[in-house]
């Protein structure tokens, strides 16, 4: 396969690996956000990176499918 071409495995591990960074980037403006007395959004929040936390497993799960699938 030449170099430019990604696999969908490879693009989905991208997406998952931004997700999380996303996430870790979101969850530090929660806590800034909750230190100066936000705390009603941070709990918003929180709850939407909860379902980001569940959804990366998963995303993972399906992930080593596809490439033990490709490695068939």
Same mark, same amino acid.
């Given at each position: 396969m030449p170099a430019n071409e990604y696999s969908l495995p490879d693009v989905l591990e991208r997406m998952c690996e931004?997700?999380?960074a996303l996430e870790a980037? !979101?969850?530090e403006?929660?806590?800034l956000v909750e230190s100066q007395g936000a705390i009603e959004i941070g709990g918003n929040v929180r709850g939407a990176l909860d379902t !980001?936390?569940?959804n990366t497993g998963h995303i993972k799960q399906g992930l080593a499918r596809l490439k033990t699938?490709?490695?068939d």
């Amino acid at each position: 396969m030449p170099a430019n071409e990604y696999s969908l495995p490879d693009v989905l591990e991208r997406m998952c690996e931004n997700q999380l960074a996303l996430e870790a980037a !979101i969850m530090e403006l929660t806590l800034l956000v909750e230190s100066q007395g936000a705390i009603e959004i941070g709990g918003n929040v929180r709850g939407a990176l909860d379902t !980001i936390r569940e959804n990366t497993g998963h995303i993972k799960q399906g992930l080593a499918r596809l490439k033990t699938q490709r490695s068939d």
